[in-house]
Every structure is written in structure tokens, then in C-alpha cells.
Nanobody
């Protein structure tokens, strides 16, 4: 059974940083494109960042470019999202997702195979 378990969320002041982690089990992690998505209250879920299974290439949403780094450790079956210079509008539940042999170019909420339950990030002003 595939499980994705996020951690690292919490309350942070504007301008602060957080590092989210997503531990995966039940799958061959190295074969999966991994992504972070977020959903704010009343909003649709949206892609934040993604990292390729093939070559480690990355993709970021425009609203986080320059403020976030996604990385993966295949030995630990874990993907990370380091977020800096956080803003109140970054407040959301952050979800980890996976798709076998997926492409970072075509990732969206409709085509991910597995999802975690999310971790809440709250940025206070």
C-alpha cells in the first residue's frame, strides 16, 4: 500500500522559512515524479513545485520562484520543499503527490496517482 506522509508544516511569521518533508512508502520511489501542491481555503488545489524521477530536473509555480527549492533523497524515499521569504498568501494545506514515470511538464492535480493527507502551513503577517 502506497503512503505519502507530509510533515514540517506549522505557524511561521511572514519572511520566515519552513522545510516540508514527504516520506513515501510502498512504491519504487526512484520511478516517481514527485510534486508539492497546495490548497488555500476557498481556492483550488494548485501545483507548487515538482521534481523529475529521471534527472532531478525541477519545475516551480511562478508565485514561488526564487523562494523555494524542491529536492529528493531517493535513498530515504523522501522529497523536500524548502520555502523562504514566506508570505501570508502562502497559507494553505500543502500536499505531496506522486506519479510513476510522470513528467514535470504535464503534472497537475488531475493526473497524480497518489496523494498525502497534507500539512498545514500558516503564515502570519
Amino acid at each position: 500500500q502506497v503512503q505519502l506522509v507530509e510533515s514540517g508544516g506549522g505557524l511561521v511569521q511572514a519572511g520566515g522559512s519552513l522545510r516540508l518533508s514527504c516520506a513515501a512508502s510502498g512504491l519504487t520511489f526512484g520511478n516517481y515524479v514527485m510534486g508539492w501542491f497546495r490548497q488555500a481555503p476557498g481556492a483550488e488545489r494548485e501545483l507548487v513545485a515538482a521534481i523529475s524521477w529521471r534527472d532531478g530536473s525541477t519545475r516551480y509555480a511562478d508565485f514561488l520562484k526564487g523562494r523555494a527549492t524542491i529536492s529528493r533523497d531517493n535513498a530515504k524515499n523522501t522529497v523536500y520543499l524548502q520555502m523562504n521569504s514566506l508570505k501570508p498568501e502562502d497559507t494553505a494545506v500543502y500536499y505531496c503527490a506522486a506519479k510513476r514515470f510522470g513528467s514535470i511538464a504535464t503534472m497537475d492535480t488531475r493526473n497524480m496517482a497518489y496523494w498525502g493527507k497534507g500539512t498545514l502551513v500558516t503564515v502570519s503577517s
